[in-house]
């Protein structure tokens, strides 16, 4: 988990090294691998392969994405953001932040009570009330300098749902920056109407 922060943690940099979509992947890729001992090695040479090679290329606007889980064909969501025009620079999602950024208390005596208290952290929308995801958003936002936030929900997945009405009140209310709610699935259906409205919201940036 401390790999993996450090990995999207370059993302602070502005403009950022490298795109959402290779971000994205990496993070997906990391769940695939199952020799996990070797993740940190893997992920600190690819920190040093994008400072060293990474182009920050020019300043664009940078969204921060929310809501459900991100790889395969949701990335249709990441794609239509960047050829548009912006960066993602963060994901506060089930595949991104959203679980590795509070690690296990390895001080806790207590290896039951450490894990409980880790996984039931974890701000997810199934949990209520739901404090924890208003908490890292509200940091990421801020580390990462976030021009616009979008809630990505799937159908069917109501308790995101449900919540979206309180993330909107507290990114536009709170943090004072546009929020934009995309309601998909994983078919490629609706890929031009998403790619509509998203250079809509990002022209508004």
């Known amino acids: 988990r401390d790999a993996l922060k450090r990995l999207y943690s370059v993302m602070k940099a502005d403009p950022a ?13 990391t769940t695939f691998n199952f020799e996990r001992e070797k993740i940190p090695a893997q992920m600190d040479a690819l920190i040093e392969k994008i400072e ?3 182009k ?13 889980p991100m790889g395969g064909a949701t990335m249709k969501v990441v794609e239509a953001v960047e050829t548009n025009g912006a960066s993602v620079v963060a994901f506060e999602n089930c595949s991104g932040a959203k679980s590795v950024e509070e690690n296990v208390d390895l001080s806790n005596p207590d290896v039951y009570e450490a894990l409980a208290r880790k996984y039931m952290n974890i701000g997810c929308s ?4 739901n404090d924890n995801r208003i908490k890292l958003l509200d ?14 929900e799937l159908q069917a ?11 909107k009140r ?3 209310d709170e943090k004072k920056i546009p929020y934009m709610n995309l309601e998909t699935d994983y078919s490629q259906a609706d890929v031009g109407q998403l790619k509509t409205r998203v250079a809509a919201f990002i022209e508004m940036l």
């Open 126 to 129: 199934c949990m209520t009330p």
């Open 52 to 54: 060293k090679e990474g």
């Open 17 to 29: 090294p490298i795109a959402g979509t290779d971000l994205m992947n990496t993070l997906v890729a």
């Open 157 to 167: 997945c109501h308790t995101y749902a449900v919540e979206a009405l309180r993330i």
């Open 56 to 68: 920050a290329g020019e300043k664009k606007p940078r969204i921060l994405i929310t809501g459900c």
């Open 139 to 152: 940091s990421m936002i801020d580390e990462y300098h976030v021009d616009g936030v979008i809630d990505m």
């Open 170 to 172: 507290f990114v536009n």
